[in-house]
């Protein structure tokens, strides 16, 4: 599984858009990138997912280079509920015919607190 | 879409004793599930994941088993605790189309004393 590297912490204050960058260097063809969002005492929620250029869902955009050896979560607007650790994964699918079966890997991730 | 129930939500056990968590899995058949732990500040381990009844699969060797006698229940069990099993368990099946996409329920807090 690719290793990832995120700042351990980000600030921004209410309104702002929120960009999170995550490096993966030895991300392998097959890798898919992945991020989630943890509140305390919460379990993860899934974001938002790709492979290459850009994914925008009702959440987050998420923009990945053509080397894809990192790629950055956007937050539009962050309000002070967006307060939370982010964690960017990087892993196969594991499609039908795969073999990853799901197994996600969780680094520290980035603690992002929004101010007022 | 899917629900997941964990029982109990916290959990005070002295060092030595056993250990059972359940995780049961509504609106879906079949699912991956998965157990994972997180310590304090820490990212989450995954420990063990199952993809159907029976099968379990070990990621970190401990002192922790698993265990999945139905189709929608994921047990995670310990004969004796140690210091180093608190944290927060969480079990997570696979949605939506993509292995990568995972629900987690609202988790276990194990405090061993």
């Known amino acids: 599984l690719a290793k990832t590297t995120q700042p351990i912490s980000m600030d921004s204050y209410e309104g702002q858009e929120v960009n999170i960058t995550c490096s993966h260097n030895n991300i392998a063809t097959n890798d898919y990138i992945t991020w989630y969002q943890q509140f305390p005492s919460q379990g993860p929620r899934f974001i938002i997912q790709?492979?290459?250029t850009k994914v925008t869902n009702e959440v987050a955009s998420l923009f990945i280079p053509a080397d894809r050896k990192s790629s950055t979560l956007s937050l539009p607007r962050v309000s002070l509920s967006d307060t939370a650790v982010y964690y960017c994964l990087v892993g196969a699918r594991g499609d039908a015919g795969g073999t990853s079966y799901g197994k996600l890997t969780f680094g520290q991730g980035t603690i992002l607190t929004v101010h007022p | 879409s899917q629900t997941i129930h964990q029982w109990p939500a916290t959990l005070v056990q002295p060092v030595g004793s056993p250990l059972s968590l359940e995780c049961t899995v509504e609106?879906?058949?079949?699912?991956?599930l998965y157990w994972y732990r997180q310590a304090a500040g820490r990212g989450l381990q995954l420990l063990f994941y199952?993809?159907?009844?029976?099968?379990i699969s070990s990621e970190v060797p401990q002192n922790l088993s698993a265990s999945r006698p139905q189709d929608r229940q994921f047990i995670l069990s310990s004969k004796k605790l140690l210091l180093s099993d608190s944290g927060f368990y969480l079990c997570?099946?696979?949605?939506?189309?993509?292995?990568?996409?995972?629900?987690f329920g609202p988790g276990t807090r194990l405090t061993v004393l």
């Open positions: 997570a099946c696979k949605t939506g189309p993509t292995y990568n996409e995972q629900f």
């Open positions: 199952s993809v159907g009844i029976g099968q």
């Open positions: 790709g492979y290459k």
């Open positions: 609106g879906t058949s079949n699912p991956n």
